[in-house]
């Protein structure tokens, strides 16, 4: 009598593609169209805003429009010694930085760890950047796969956390928003700069409750919806939002630059910020 044939273990180099019963392919993949577009366009997107976010962090000037109370939200909340009269809304409670550390350096690591962590991110970076897999009917050149069992990884599950400090720092943007309605010789001003810092309020507000694990909050574990109508509207009108959640989380990238960019040039003096009111 022949031995049972063992199965292949977690890790085996006879898994994935290489398993038994799959056709045997040399070929990388059989496709003819340009199937390495979208993972390409993918790593220049979030490659470009990693590179601006990063040195417009650290830079340290041109973050704060004195005479309208623009504040980029970059640098949002100020709360050290370091940053500029003005742009400090909730005191300073911090000393001074030194260089190496953000003046955002509160709320910059949670809303980094929120994005990481985030359902489409953790598909677009796994695709793009690990070739996990890079596109469909392309083997990836991974000889094991674990999945988030183990670390690095396994801190995704960390994502429903890195949620509520994301909705407090979404707040903090509001009252930013909130304040720069501000004149340059006092009392309420409307320019072009709030109306860029409220769509892009409330386009991270957009992003942030549309959050899978927002959607989960609501009503992800109610099992019975006639009994939680309030709830259930709320699980609804989420629900629409989370079938968005992939252009938004694309949208707001580009409304963050959008919104540092803008106030950077006007803090700079390249042009002055068109006024509606005062």
């Known amino acids: 009598m022949s031995a049972p044939t063992k199965s292949p273990g977690a890790g085996s180099p006879a898994e994935g593609v290489g398993a038994p019963g799959r056709a045997s392919i040399a070929a990388r993949t059989l496709r003819t169209d340009r199937w390495w577009l979208q993972p390409l366009l993918t790593v220049l997107g979030l490659g470009t805003f990693v590179v601006y976010a990063t040195i417009r962090s650290f830079v340290r000037t041109a973050y704060w429009v004195a005479d309208y109370h623009y504040l980029t939200p970059f640098y949002s909340p100020c709360l050290s010694t370091s940053c500029v009269p003005g742009s400090s809304h909730f005191g300073t409670p911090f000393g001074d930085l030194p260089s190496f550390i953000p003046l955002g350096f509160i709320a910059l690591p949670f ?99 549309s959050c899978h694990s927002c959607r989960h909050i609501t009503g992800g574990r109610l099992k019975h919806f006639s009994r939680h109508p309030v709830r259930y509207w709320m699980w609804t009108q989420i629900t629409k939002l989370n079938n968005r959640h992939m252009q938004l989380a694309w949208t707001t990238l580009g409304t963050l630059v959008l919104t540092d960019l803008y106030v950077m040039l006007v803090s700079s003096g390249v042009f002055p910020d068109p006024r509606f009111v005062n």
């Open 111 to 209: 809303l980094l760890g929120f994005r990481l962590t985030c359902y489409y991110y953790r598909k677009a970076y796994y695709r793009s950047v690990w070739f996990s897999p890079p596109a469909c009917a392309v083997a990836e050149p991974h000889a094991k796969y674990t999945g988030e069992t183990r670390l690095p990884l396994i801190v995704q599950n960390v994502h429903r956390y890195f949620f509520y400090v994301a909705a407090i720092v979404s707040v903090i943007n509001t009252y930013d928003a909130i304040v720069a309605f501000h004149g340059k010789t006092g009392g309420f001003g409307f320019g072009l700069g709030n109306v860029i810092l409220v769509a892009n309020v409330v386009l991270l507000w957009a992003y942030t409750v």
